[in-house]
Every structure is written in C-alpha cells, then in structure tokens.
C-alpha cells in the first residue's frame, strides 16, 4: 500500500510504486479532471500540483508524491468557490475544447502563488504547457488578470 495526501485528503492504493501518479489519480481514485495528453512530459495536459509546485504527472512514478501533498484539478477551487484562476478563465473565455485547460490552470495557479507579479516573460517561462487549439492570448489574459486577486 502507498500513502498518498490528495486535495487535503490521506488516501491509500494499492499500485505497484513505479505507476506513474497520473493513472493512479484517473484510475485509482476516480480525478479524471488531470488529463493524459502525450506521456513524455511535454504537454502539460497531466499537471498537478505537489507541494505547491507544478508536476507533470505521466512520468511521475507514484512514489514520487510519497510525503507531498498532491492538488489536482478537483482541489484547487469549487464550482461554489472556484479558484482566481478559474473565475478568470471563465471571465477571459480561455477554453475552446478545453483539454489542456485543467493542467493550464494547475500550472498557472503554481505560478501565481510563487510570484503573484508575473511578467509576460515570466508567464511565458512557467506556462509551457501546449494548448492545441492556441488560446495562448487569452490564456496569458486570464494570468494578468488574476495576478492582482490571488
């Protein structure tokens, strides 16, 4: 068994350890809102947070997150009380198919948390997820406009 702290919550599975996290969220505990894009680590679509950081989940073996706290998409905000950053990509209209936008999210929040002034160059730095359908404007739109309410 492996122990694992999932949105503020102590849960155990019973995976081999070198599972990558992503599909022992899916499909072990059900937070289909982290996606699998590419499973190479370049996309982004697999993003969550550890400890507050942004982590790409599909090559991330499970033990990987032992003794971090894990925040997946389901985590960060609420329908009754979304995140910032959600209510800015609602605001901003980011998503077209909205695919990539969980993982977006989680990396842009990690983001603001760390540095709640980012520049353009910094947004650009930190936010290297890929976004098929190119909403990369509205995208940084959202980031510049929930920097101030974070």
């Known amino acids: 068994m492996i122990s694992l702290n999932v949105n503020g919550r102590d849960v ?7 599972m990558p996290l992503l599909w022992v969220l899916r499909e072990e505990l059900g937070l289909r809102g982290t996606k ?6 370049l996309c982004g679509a697999c993003t ?3 400890d507050g950081q942004a982590v790409r989940t599909c090559v991330l073996p499970v033990t990987g997150a032992v003794g971090k706290a894990i925040t997946t998409i389901e985590g960060l905000g609420t329908p009754e009380a979304p995140h910032p950053v959600q209510t800015a990509w609602v605001d901003h209209q980011v998503p077209q198919c909205g695919f990539c936008q969980s993982g977006m999210q989680m ?7 760390a540095n709640p002034e980012p520049t353009d160059a910094d947004i650009d730095a930190h936010i290297t997820n890929i976004c098929r359908c190119g909403c990369y404007q509205r ?3 959202a980031i510049r406009d929930t920097k101030t309410g974070v």
């Open 48 to 50: 969550v947070q550890l």
């Open 36 to 41: 699998f894009g590419c499973g190479m680590s």
């Open 139 to 141: 995208i940084r739109e």
């Open 12 to 18: 155990e599975v019973d995976v081999e350890p070198d």
């Open 107 to 113: 990396a842009a929040a990690a983001l603001l948390a």
